[in-house]
């Protein structure tokens, strides 16, 4: 539900956005030093990095027959890299 | 109606391979009349199993062209693709010989969900009351009429990708249970089906309620489960 | 025949003849949009990364993007992040509201929000 509401709120911006083009500058504009755009995409990283590697972890059980170890060890390792990736991309967009 | 139909049946065990026959066609032809033709006049060794033959038993659950079906109440000219038919043992199930296979791990399975009744009350004790329009009653009752066919165990994807996986069934009826008012086994049920191999395995794929010929839904009861065993955990009761 | 009953060798599979059914096109729906979504994740990632090399960083990738292959390919991944989540919200209306029969209707509804909301991008991008 969480996540749900994340990618709503994310999908009417980058529509709004998108419309006449888009630059850096723009986008730029909008996001650097704004603390409500580093609140909501920081959380929205935190909570794809909860919810992505459980999904694709499931995947590796059922269709390539990974153990539930194998699994569970590959899904952290995943939120790991998301986290790490996501919060430095809200980092650059926002500093 | 003069034409012969065309049937491949499954002969041997899992890895054994269609055996092809020609059987007249006649009007009203179930699948079960086919294979019964089949083993009286064409191939004496076959072997398959039935009983009431009026689609009050289960026990003709085989796969028809592809979909898990009660066989005596499957019509040949519902799902004959031209003029040829081809039947085959559940999916999912060992196969002990042609279109017989072992139902030994279906109800095993139905035991771990712990999907038997205990309750507390002897003869000595009142009646239970139990309100029939309650809504843990009209849950249990919507699931009950469960005869234990394996149709959705042979149709569920997820008993193929996960081999403990409970299956549909046995959470359909651990959900009757669970919904019971009188049943006292209640949290050891609840652990019983909220592992890995229990109600979070389901994916939704609905193939269960889609193929029940009693058109019970196990999806809703799964749904069910895991509604329940999320909250309890949460609380820390499990 | 096998002498042993009970490993998962000696059973039939189902093939895709079992699976035509809706129910079972919205799992697949859903699990292939999410495996596209996590393989494209880090990438978009990365991309708005580059941003932390100033803004000619981010306009360089977005120079890059600018061209027609690409632009389909974000129209594409907006419509699969919209159907991933009409899907997801349908699951959550099947795990937590009160339902019955085999909610046919929803699925469809499922697949129309998503359409919608990639024509939505889609006229942003055109307009």
Not at chain 2, 208 to 235: D, F, H, N, V, Y
Not at chain 3, 7 to 25: E, G, I, K, Q, V
Request: glycine content about 10%; aromatic content about 8%; some cysteine.
């Amino acid at each position: 539900m969480v996540l749900a509401q994340f990618v709503l709120v994310h999908l009417a911006t980058i529509i709004y956005a998108v419309r006449g083009g888009l630059s850096g500058g723009e986008i730029l504009a909008r996001t650097q030093g704004s603390w409500a755009i580093a609140a909501f995409y920081g959380a929205f990283v935190i909570a794809c990095a909860v919810h992505v590697p459980l999904g694709l972890a499931r995947i590796a059980e059922e269709w390539l027959g990974w153990s539930g170890r194998c699994s569970n060890a590959a899904a952290a390792a995943c939120a790991l890299v998301i986290a790490l990736l996501g919060l430095r991309a809200v980092y650059a967009v926002v500093a | 109606m003069n034409r012969n139909l065309k049937v491949k049946v499954w002969r041997g065990g899992a890895d054994g391979d269609f055996s092809k026959y020609e059987v007249p066609r006649q009007a009203s032809q179930t699948v079960l009349d086919v294979i019964t033709y089949i083993q009286r006049r064409l191939e004496p060794s076959l072997s398959y199993r039935f009983s009431c033959r009026v689609g009050v038993c289960g026990s003709c659950a085989m796969t028809v062209n592809g979909i898990a079906r009660w066989t005596c109440r499957t019509h040949v000219a519902k799902v004959v693709e031209g003029d040829t038919l081809e039947v085959a043992p559940l999916s999912n199930l060992p196969v002990i010989k042609d279109l017989a296979t072992d139902m030994a791990e279906f109800f095993d399975k139905w035991a771990r969900a712990k999907g038997s009744f205990r309750g507390s009350k002897t003869r000595h004790d009142e009646f239970a009351r139990v309100e029939p329009g309650s809504l843990e009653r009209m849950a249990a009752n919507a699931g009950i009429e469960c005869i234990g066919c394996g149709v959705c165990y042979a149709s569920c994807d997820l008993v193929s990708w996960r081999p403990d996986y409970l299956g549909p069934a046995a959470l359909n009826r651990a959900w009757t249970l669970v919904n019971d008012i009188r049943d006292t086994g209640q949290i050891e049920r609840l652990r019983a089906v909220a592992g890995d191999a229990g109600c979070h395995a389901c994916h939704t794929q609905g193939s269960c309620s889609e193929r029940c010929p009693k058109a019970i839904e196990p999806t809703a009861g799964i749904s069910g489960l895991k509604r329940l065993a999320a909250r309890r955990a949460m609380r820390g009761e499990l | 025949m096998s002498g042993s009953l009970s490993t998962t060798a000696s059973r039939r599979r189902n093939d895709f003849r079992a699976r035509r059914h809706a129910s079972w096109w919205a799992f697949l729906v859903h699990r292939m949009s999410g495996i596209a979504l996590a393989a494209f994740l880090p990438v978009h990632f990365w991309a708005l990364g580059e941003a932390l090399r100033g803004e000619g960083g981010l306009d360089g990738f977005l120079h890059f993007a600018d061209r027609p292959l690409f632009k389909f390919g974000e129209w594409g991944l907006v419509v699969l992040l919209a159907i991933h989540l009409t899907g997801g919200l349908r699951l959550l209306a099947i795990e937590f509201l009160p339902w019955s029969g085999l909610r046919k209707s929803w699925i469809a509804a499922t697949v129309a929000l998503g359409i919608a909301g990639g024509l939505a991008f889609a006229l942003a991008l055109i307009g």
